[in-house]
């Protein structure tokens, strides 16, 4: 099961595109209170966002941003039937990615 949850709605000939992430976002600073050790950072370093397999979205996120983060953006255009791909790479290496058809 992906980590990704999208919803999409079109308004006024846009596509509003929201997605929340299920990440812990730690940024390495804090600590577990059983044995007060340093959690280690774990955080997503870049997300993409695809329209129809064109790259409309990639950025670099940091460990700053909270746990499971949410995004959302309004696509200008957007067609009933085309596909969203979200993706991301977080600093231990893992990655996710999710699709979505606009309806």
């Given at each position: 099961?992906?980590?990704i949850?999208?919803?999409t709605?079109r308004?006024?000939?846009k596509?509003?595109?929201?997605?929340?992430?299920?990440h812990?976002?730690?940024?390495?600073?804090?600590r577990?209170s059983?044995t007060n050790?340093?959690?280690?950072?774990h955080?997503i370093?870049?997300?993409?966002?695809?329209?129809?397999?064109n790259?409309i979205?990639t950025?670099?996120?940091?460990?700053?941003?909270?746990?499971?983060?949410?995004?959302a953006?309004?696509?200008?255009?957007?067609?009933p039937g085309?596909?969203?791909?979200?993706?991301?790479?977080?600093?231990?290496?893992?990655?996710d990615?999710?699709e979505?058809?606009?309806?």
């Amino acid at each position: 099961m992906s980590s990704i949850k999208i919803r999409t709605k079109r308004i006024d000939g846009k596509t509003q595109i929201r997605m929340l992430i299920a990440h812990p976002m730690e940024h390495g600073r804090n600590r577990d209170s059983k044995t007060n050790a340093l959690i280690p950072a774990h955080f997503i370093q870049e997300l993409t966002v695809e329209h129809n397999k064109n790259v409309i979205i990639t950025g670099n996120t940091g460990a700053n941003i909270s746990k499971d983060p949410y995004f959302a953006f309004t696509l200008k255009g957007g067609n009933p039937g085309d596909k969203i791909t979200i993706s991301w790479v977080d600093n231990l290496g893992n990655e996710d990615a999710q699709e979505h058809i606009i309806n």
